[in-house]
């Protein structure tokens, strides 16, 4: 099975930190995505990469920034966090070659609260 | 440019009586679509897709989608609702010819099923 793990379930920072959120996959994806989600909105996509390295902006960039050293890993990073950041953030990785079929595989989300 | 709609933020139904959660959707050329389940507190987990071939689709936990081109629509049913489909769902199109690009997601559906 497809794991995708993100480092936290549950996050509370303070406005003007920068925080970090991890997501790791194990089956070798080359695509892999971070979104959040709020009420109402459904998911927006902040940013995804299709390779180490490499990185794509979303619709909602603004205020976020990602990193991709490994192909494994990818991270999200609020560089100084707002109480509009205030979320929940979802890893999703999927398949790059072959069909593009490929669904896309979520991690369990983390919930974020900036005070 | 690709887009998903969901009309209806919120279904709900009496146990044991069918369901249906709505989704259109509107590409340039011809889609991929997918339905995702979304528990509380948890990550989307995929329930099924629409590649080509047969319109009627069936996944995960007893649903199934039927695709229909000429009303560019991807309702998920379900024959006998349980208390435990209870979720959030999102309805995703990737146009074809869009190249490795990410899903777009509908802003979801909120099911309740009441025993």
């Known amino acids: 099975d497809v794991k995708v793990t993100q480092s936290s379930r549950y996050l509370v920072k303070r406005t003007g930190e920068k925080v970090f959120l991890e997501c790791v996959q194990d089956?070798?994806?080359?695509?892999m995505f971070w979104y959040r989600q709020d009420p109402g909105l459904g998911l927006r996509l902040i940013y995804f990469?299709?390779?180490?390295?490499?990185?794509e902006k979303g619709d909602i960039p603004e205020g976020y920034s990602v990193s991709r050293e490994k192909k494994e890993r990818f991270s999200l990073i609020l560089e100084s966090a707002s109480t509009n950041q205030t979320s929940m953030y979802l890893c999703?990785?999927?398949?790059?070659?072959?069909?593009?079929?490929?669904?896309?595989?979520f991690g369990p989300g983390t919930r974020l609260t900036v005070l | 440019a690709q887009s998903v709609a969901q009309p209806e933020d919120q279904v709900n139904v009496a146990e044991g009586n069918p369901l249906t959660v709505k989704c259109t959707y509107s590409v340039s050329g011809n889609p991929y679509l997918f339905w995702y389940v979304q528990y509380p507190n948890r990550g989307l987990q995929f329930l099924l897709k629409?590649?080509?071939?047969?319109?009627l689709v069936k996944g995960s936990y007893g649903f199934e989608a039927e695709f229909n081109k000429s009303q560019t629509s991807f309702h998920l049913k379900k024959p006998s609702a349980l208390v435990s489909d209870s979720a959030l769902y999102f309805c995703a199109v990737r146009d074809r010819n869009s190249g490795n690009t990410p899903l777009v997601f509908g802003k979801g559906t909120r099911l309740s099923v009441i025993a």
């Open positions: 999703a990785s999927s398949l790059r070659g072959g069909p593009l079929y490929n669904e896309q595989f």
């Open positions: 629409y590649i080509t071939g047969d319109n």
């Open positions: 089956m070798d994806h080359e695509n």
């Open positions: 990469s299709y390779d180490v390295k490499m990185k």
